[in-house]
């Protein structure tokens, strides 16, 4: 692996499935963070993690949840799905320094039907 | 309430100069980022600014007026691979980034 991955690239999805979005990254950062894009709109953090072991909610929490087991996994579950979670979710991570830049995964394309 | 403005579409052609402007409004200020975001892919890293002045890298430069929340983007000798959004981001005093709805910036040839 290098750098942030994420799974599946894409998924089509009956509403009231329950789905998790897998992120792992190897660069050994501290932070990591779920974002959900859609057309029009800016990126919305769905919930973060500063560290191991925490988590935060971020602007658009509800109907998400995540855990952080150990500093390389942050997966985000969807426990009933509804078609308003349709959008393109991307999961980021960033490490120590200055500027503390956010490095992103490729994205995970959900439809809920 | 936290606010980035920047706008929606440009236009600008091969070889050119562009700049894209962004305003911001965050609750506390710990920088300024520029990403890009080709169609179908992640964003990735162009600039960081936290204090005022220019930051030139390569073709690109990123201004900061921290007294004025604002801030741009300037792309010089533009290519056709230049098409893409790019997006502006504040830091907030969480550490949080709050962002911009991205500017899709079209070449033409």
């Known amino acids: 692996i290098a750098g942030i991955t994420q799974a599946p690239t894409s998924q089509i999805l009956a509403a009231g499935r329950r789905m998790t979005l897998r992120c792992t990254q190897d660069m050994r950062h501290n932070a990591m963070y779920w974002y959900r894009q859609d057309l029009g709109l800016g990126l919305r953090l769905i919930h973060y993690?500063?560290?191991?072991?925490?988590?935060g909610k971020g602007e658009v929490p509800d109907g998400y949840s995540v855990s952080r087991a150990n500093t390389d996994d942050f997966p985000l579950t969807l426990a009933s799905a509804v078609p308003s979670q349709t959008s393109v979710y991307f999961c980021?991570?960033?490490?120590?320094?200055?500027?503390?830049?956010?490095?992103f995964g490729p994205g995970t394309r959900l439809t809920v039907l | 309430g936290q606010n980035i403005d920047q706008p929606t579409e440009m236009t600008a052609t091969e070889g050119a100069i562009v700049q894209i402007n962004c305003t911001y409004q965050t609750s506390g200020f710990n920088g300024l980022f520029w990403y890009q975001q080709h169609a179908g892919e992640a964003p990735t890293f162009l600039s960081y600014n936290v204090l005022d002045g220019l930051e030139e890298k390569g073709r690109f430069s990123s201004f900061l007026s921290r007294s004025k929340g604002y801030s741009y983007l300037l792309l010089k000798e533009l290519q056709m691979k230049d098409s893409a959004s790019y997006l502006c981001a504040g830091k907030d005093s969480n550490y949080q980034l709050i962002w911009g709805a991205g500017t899709k910036l079209i070449i033409k040839p």
């Open positions: 980021a991570s960033s490490g120590q320094g200055d500027s503390n830049e956010q490095f």
């Open positions: 993690s500063n560290t191991a072991g925490t988590t």
